[in-house]
């Protein structure tokens, strides 16, 4: 099939190019997140006197576009070197195509762990040179420094570091989904434009591992080194700005709360939980708040993905969920798995949950967040519909999460 995507080729620096396509076929990220903004696979090439370099590469699906692509450079051919910084099949997928039509001559160089998982993902051989954290290599007078950065997001993951150019090549890290309609930072309202997009991708690839994405931040900070271009895997560069998506990237790792910003979460069967959450949401909008609300309904069902990405610097939460077969409502339960893992915080909640004959989502609910560490402000539980008596403890309730707000 002969694809159509966007493709972007720039020399964004003497002798340094971006090569970009844009993905707007996965659907799916991960066959997991829902990304109908689509994604872009950046790789990077260096030219230079001492051999060709090239810096990752796109999807597998995209190999014929990038062996295509590379050829308005250079021919693949005269790749002499190609730094692995992640070995995700997003961005190693057109590496055995590439390494065929370049007869395997080039040395591929990464962490040493990168070696095993790229043979096995391809059942392939390669010639490697593995660099330890601080290495360094010249190459044609241009000094490439690799720095380990473990688990953004695999524990392969490294950067490299061009300190000639002062430009920081950054894998996973400070990438975003969507595909922007500029290949840089330039553009103040495309920035504000892309930054949802990168806080979801934030929250949905990286938020596991958000210990270690200010592990790396110190780590680079310590090298004193200076930046001046920060090209990741996914997403816009950063050239005008690149400390405002390092300070992005620490705001969402602290999970940092936007004062105010409440999320309503609910699902509802039969409309108990919903009529719950109006009496919470009207209570809220009186105090002068403007909560932003998912819901997973017979009509309407929001993507986990959106959820998680507006809910990593939420200050607080109202949940609502019936009891089903004895324990959580299973979307809301299989949200709360993945927030148990990714967002785990000290966030204020508030759980309101309906039950026919036994309650037991909103204790189950409440467990599970207390278990990641957030601070569950209270929890209403109510049978079937609501009574006069529980709509005044669920603004009662809505009243005392808001004063967690402001105290
Ligand atoms: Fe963009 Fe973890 O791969």
Redesign the pocket.
């Known amino acids: 099939m002969k694809r159509t995507s966007r493709i972007f080729t720039e020399e964004i620096s003497e002798n340094f190019y971006l090569m970009r396509i844009d993905d707007k076929e996965t659907l799916f990220f991960e066959s997991l997140w829902y990304i109908p903004e689509g994604i872009t ?1 950046n790789a990077y090439l260096m030219l230079t006197d001492g051999g060709n370099i090239l810096f990752d590469a796109w999807k597998h699906a995209y190999s014929e576009q990038f062996i295509e692509t590379l050829k308005n450079i250079v021919d693949a051919r005269d790749i002499d070197y190609i730094v692995i910084h ?1 070995t ?1 099949p ?2 190693s997928g057109s590496l055995p195509k590439l390494l065929e039509e370049n007869g395997f001559k080039a040395e591929i160089i990464g962490n040493p762990l990168s070696k095993t998982m790229l043979e096995n993902f391809y059942n392939i051989k390669l010639k490697f040179k593995p660099v330890k954290d601080g290495d360094s290599m010249i190459i044609g007078g241009k000094k490439l420094v690799f720095i380990h950065t473990p688990w953004l ?2 524990p392969e ?1 490294m950067m490299t570091y061009i300190p000639e150019d002062k430009i920081l090549l950054s ?2 890290a400070f ?1 975003g989904f969507s595909t922007p309609n500029a290949i840089h930072d330039s553009d103040e309202q495309l920035v504000s434009e892309y930054i949802p997009f990168a806080r979801k991708y934030f929250a949905t ?1 990286i938020g596991h591992y958000r210990p270690y994405v200010l592990k790396a931040i110190d780590k680079v900070a310590k090298l004193g080194i200076g930046i001046e271009l920060i090209a990741p ?2 997403g816009i560069l950063w050239r005008r700005d690149p400390n405002k998506i390092i300070e992005y990237y620490v705001k969402w790792a602290k999970a940092e709360p936007e004062k105010g910003k409440v999320i309503v979460i609910y699902s509802s069967m039969y409309g108990s939980c919903e009529e719950a959450v109006k009496v919470a949401v009207d209570e809220l909008s009186r105090l002068g708040y403007n909560p932003i609300i998912f819901k997973f309904t017979d009509r309407e069902q929001d993507p986990l993905s959106d959820v998680l990405g507006e809910l990593i610097d939420a200050e607080a939460i109202i949940l609502a969920s019936a009891t089903y077969e004895a324990g959580i409502f299973p979307t809301i339960s299989h949200l709360l798995n993945i927030v148990s893992h990714k967002l785990r915080s000290n966030k204020h909640v508030l759980i309101l949950s309906s039950y026919g004959w036994g309650g037991v989502a909103g204790r189950k609910m409440s467990e599970t967040l207390s278990n990641a560490g957030f601070n569950i402000v209270d929890t209403i539980e109510f049978r079937g519909r609501l009574s006069k008596e529980d709509r005044e403890r669920i603004v009662e309730s809505v009243r005392k999460l808001i004063e967690q707000l402001s105290s």
Do not use: K
């Open positions: 696979y992640h995700e997003d961005h997001h695999w993951t894998g996973d990438g690839i895997l996914h």
